[in-house]
């Protein structure tokens, strides 16, 4: 007998497709858009790498009882501060790693946890100055909680589009000796 059955990850590829065409649809057509007026009717959309589910980790949490601060440069010059509320430990390509995550309001459960990145397709494939992961964890996370990391949620900020928008910077202590194919590929004018 056939299992006729929808793979789940039918499902979650249909899903990311349909959350980084709206993604295009608001980056063309929406007044905030980050992308210069000048260029939007010749955008087309993002490129992306492709999904793979090999890209959504666990990872294990350690929160940060007494978060220390992390002040992080943007790419206007200036430093912004940030705090270090918790260190997620996963494997990925067969490597241990280690991202932490920020908040800029600890104690505000409303604000997601920051994880900027760097990797090693930082400058190559993707945004030369680092990507964004956000979660937005239903509890408080605790020591010993297990979460998804999901890189193709990766997504490159606002100054990717345009010099007027300042974003922060991962710190080194997230970068990561690893490429990530995953999330949001680089973008240029004219693409």
């Known amino acids: 007998m056939v299992d006729t059955q929808d793979d789940p990850a039918d499902g979650y590829v ?22 210069p007026p000048e260029h939007r009717e010749a ?18 949490v350690a929160v940060h009882d007494d978060p220390e601060p992390v002040p992080m440069e943007t790419t206007a010059g200036n430093e912004v501060r940030y705090v270090r509320i918790v260190t997620f430990a996963f494997e990925l390509g ?30 190559q494939e993707s945004y030369r100055g680092g990507r964004y992961l956000e979660l937005h964890p239903e509890d408080d996370l605790a020591d010993g909680d297990v979460v998804t990391l999901d890189f ?33 590929r680089d973008w240029s004018p004219g693409e």
Not at 154 to 169: D, M, V
């Open 14 to 35: 249909a899903d990311l497709r349909a959350n980084r065409e709206e993604k295009d649809d608001f980056l063309a057509e929406h007044p905030q858009s980050p992308i």
């Open 43 to 60: 955008f087309s959309g993002l490129e992306y790498f492709d999904p793979d589910p090999d890209y959504r980790v666990a990872a294990s």
């Open 94 to 123: 067969g490597e241990d790693l280690e991202l932490h995550g920020y908040k800029q309001r600890p104690d505000d459960d409303e604000e997601a946890v920051f994880v900027p990145f760097r990797d090693k397709t930082t400058g």
């Open 152 to 184: 193709n949620l990766a997504y490159s900020p606002f100054c990717a589009f345009s010099e007027t928008f300042s974003c922060p910077l991962p710190p080194e202590e997230n970068w990561l000796d690893v490429a990530v194919r995953a999330g949001e």
